[in-house]
């Protein structure tokens, strides 16, 4: 529950910084790294699970991940994805969000606005992250949302129905820059955007995004902090081409 408080108090003030992970090593490494959170994202069904989208994620999926992120990640607060169907009723809602905490999230993400199912949560002392504008679960395709003036009030209107809920912070994803700054001057919560401009309280981006693993998807909003993809080929080719010369193993690699 602390870390609520933590995230809140940092909105107008410091940026929220949050990155995804789906298992122990790197859920080891960001923990060293002090982000904010890490969110176990049903992304795993595009990174992990090679799927084109999230829709055929399952909670047994998501809390397969959350397990082994929460081996890694001893300080930082896990948010675990709510997948498709896992939260039609508050009933459901809560009995899969209860599942997700005792897997080792400290609090669940819920995609689009589900007053019911979030205030239920919300009231069992579930921390609840909102998701609005691109919704992935509900998409047929991936584009920025709400640059139609009618789609923009109902995104705006979604973001200040989650705001009086009370969830903890809020997802903003794929929406206009000048949007995503309104929501954000007109919420108390603080806003996580991915793909939503500057203006957010903080940031999130899909872990193997960011490290240039995946070449092939390169929305606008993704920036490449590293070459992991090239970075892996080159340590395969050296690992190759040394085995084949007989250079690897050599004596410091080898027992006795
Ligand atoms: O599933 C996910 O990783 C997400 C983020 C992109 C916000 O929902």
Do not use: W
Request: proline content about 4%.
């Amino acid at each position: 529950m602390e870390f609520q408080h933590e995230i809140r108090r940092k909105k107008g003030k410091e940026k929220i910084i949050v990155l995804t992970a789906y298992d122990c090593q790197m859920a080891e490494v960001l923990d060293e790294t002090g982000i904010d959170l890490i969110l176990v994202g049903d992304s795993l069904g595009m990174v992990v699970q090679g799927h084109n989208d999230t829709k055929s994620v399952t909670m047994m999926d998501m809390l397969y991940h959350v397990k082994a992120v929460a081996k890694g990640a001893k300080n930082t607060p896990i948010i675990g994805d709510m997948p498709i169907n896992s939260c039609n009723t508050a009933e459901k809602g809560l009995r899969n969000a209860e599942q997700f905490l005792k897997a080792g999230a400290d609090g669940v993400k819920i995609e689009g606005n589900r007053p019911k199912v979030i205030s239920a949560l919300i009231e069992a002392e579930i921390p609840v992250m909102g998701h609005v504008g691109m919704l992935p679960q509900m998409a047929e395709t991936y584009h920025v949302k709400g640059k139609k003036p009618e789609e923009a009030e109902e995104i705006f209107r979604d973001a200040l129905d989650l705001d009086r809920l009370g969830v903890f912070s809020m997802v903003l994803e794929c929406i206009p820059e000048n949007l995503a700054r309104k929501i954000t001057d007109h919420v108390k919560t603080p806003t996580i955007g991915i793909g939503a401009g500057k203006y957010c309280d903080g940031q999130v981006l899909v872990i193997n995004d960011m490290l240039g693993l995946n070449l092939k998807f390169k929305p606008k909003y993704v920036k490449r902090y590293a070459d992991l993809n090239k970075v892996v080929k080159d340590a395969v080719t050296s690992f190759m081409k040394e085995v084949s010369v007989g250079k690897y193993p050599d004596e410091e690699h080898t027992y006795h």
